[in-house]
């Protein structure tokens, strides 16, 4: 490969496979090196010319991160770093009372419901139990004589 003039009538540098390699590695050389600095404003005195990938241990200084750490890439093109990621919840504990829109029934009373759940291959014929509007024993909406006659089998 060679490069000429605007005329193309004379070669002005031959490339040759090491130039491309330069080439490449000076522009690909800081895309996968990521480093690490304490805070938001270590992030913003990097040099955006040698490193455009890094974590900030204490991002709170952003104001889209409550607590811990997060990614940032470096744009060039608006000469701005994106947040590509944070790690608020690395640490994080749940405590019941402070989930939103929570179910309403307490721990205790889920906690019972899944250990009395249960499961049944007649589920269909056990549905169709129940009770008339006088206490009386149905099944299939019919009521169930429960009054034995005899006690002979």
């Known amino acids: 490969m060679y490069v000429s003039n605007s005329t193309g009538s004379a070669a002005r540098r031959i490339i ?3 130039d491309i390699e330069a080439l490449i590695n ?4 800081n895309i996968n090196e990521m480093i690490i600095v304490d805070n938001i404003t270590a992030r ?9 990938y890094v974590y900030v241990k204490d991002a709170t200084a952003d104001s889209t991160v409550k607590n811990g750490g997060a990614s940032y890439l470096y744009d060039k093109s608006t000469s701005t770093w994106v947040k590509v990621n944070e790690y ?12 939103e829109n929570k179910p309403t029934s307490t721990v ?3 906690d019972a419901a899944v250990a009395n759940s ?4 007649n589920k269909t014929q056990l ?5 008339d509007a006088s206490g009386n024993f149905t099944y299939n909406g019919t009521a169930v004589n ?6 002979d089998w």
């Open 118 to 121: 249960h499961t049944h291959p």
């Open 44 to 52: 913003d005195s990097v040099d955006t010319s040698q490193v455009s």
């Open 26 to 29: 000076s522009k690909l050389s």
């Open 16 to 18: 040759n496979e090491a």
């Open 108 to 110: 205790q009373a889920i």
């Open 88 to 99: 608020e919840s690395m640490d994080l504990v749940l405590d019941w009372s402070k989930i």
């Open 127 to 131: 549905d169709k139990i129940g009770e």
């Open 146 to 151: 429960t009054q034995w006659t005899t006690t």
